[in-house]
């Protein structure tokens, strides 16, 4: 079968086509490496604005790098000063929060910016929305029970540190002395809504806590905030004028930390026995 000219002039356009689209691809991959290197180049050198430039522009010019949004990311986040508290700092904090979750939006599982946002919400003082975050991960069932217990556990540090703030204030935690021994009593804060307040993060603490070792019952962060928790509510017990409920959580405390002990001493013996397979000279 003879093909016409005009069929093997289109199949010859066709192939040419083809092959300058291929070559351009591998020349904008070529040209946004080229990018990064001066993005980097610049990093070292600690011109972050400079550096953020060259990651965008090779981002432009291969948008399916996968490098580009990452250092991006890591450069807008390098850009924001801890503890400076100005509306322009503020900004720079909250862009690296979007930066990252644009990562995030095509690779979920990204940890560095997940955890980069944590930090960053932590670093602003926005805590509604770092709960938020936090509990977005804690109720999501496509992440693993080990990730969701991360995540509760998290949020059950927060409300026993909100707890903790009240019942160890000054007025709230008195020492006294018995037979010559420092002796502490705690008594109501003079605001109810204080221990109103106290109370409930206990409450929701202890609900948190529990539901992270469901889904991981060796979660060492997880058992020992419930302790924690529990230490609280033994406390705040006390200033109710409940002896026997104070002495049921103080059991139920030890309980838990002997768990969170225990996991702890586990820990620490394979990171011992890591250490020393990596210090061990290879045959």
């Known amino acids: 079968m003879r093909l016409s000219w005009s069929r093997i002039g289109a199949t010859a356009i066709l ?8 070559g351009c691809a591998l020349v904008n991959k070529v040209r946004a490496k080229n990018e990064l290197n001066d993005a980097a180049k610049a990093y070292r050198e600690g011109h972050f604005d400079e550096a953020e430039q060259h990651a965008k522009r090779a ?3 291969d948008p399916s790098n996968p490098t580009a949004p990452i250092f991006i990311a890591r450069v807008i986040h390098q850009q924001y000063k801890p503890g400076v508290d100005t509306p322009e700092n503020i900004a720079k904090a909250k862009e690296a929060i ?5 990562i995030l939006e095509k690779d979920p599982t990204n940890d560095e910016a997940y955890k980069a946002i944590s930090v960053l919400y932590a670093a602003i003082k926005d805590d509604p929305k770092l709960r938020e975050w936090i509990g977005k991960r804690a109720n999501d069932p496509n992440m693993s029970n080990e990730k969701r217990a991360e995540a509760y556990a998290i949020l059950a540090g927060k409300d026993w540190d909100c707890s903790y703030k009240i019942t160890e204030l000054p007025d709230v935690k008195l020492t006294t002395s018995e037979g010559g021994k420092p002796h502490v009593v705690y008594q109501k804060p003079k605001d109810q809504k204080d221990f109103d307040t106290a109370q409930k993060c206990v409450a929701r603490g202890l609900e948190e806590a529990e ?3 469901k889904l991981d019952p060796n979660n060492e962060s ?3 905030y419930k302790t924690n928790l529990l230490l609280e509510a033994a406390k705040l017990a006390e200033m109710d004028g409940k002896a026997d409920m104070k002495a049921q959580y103080q059991k139920q405390a030890e309980v838990a930390g002997k768990r969170a002990t225990a996991l702890a001493d586990e820990r620490r013996k394979k990171e011992e026995a890591a250490d020393a397979a990596a210090a061990s000279p290879t045959p």
């Open 15 to 22: 192939a040419l086509f083809v092959a300058a689209t291929a």
């Open 59 to 61: 981002l432009t010019i």
């Open 98 to 102: 979007e930066a990252y979750r644009r």
């Open 211 to 213: 539901t992270a070792i």
């Open 222 to 224: 997880a058992w020992s």
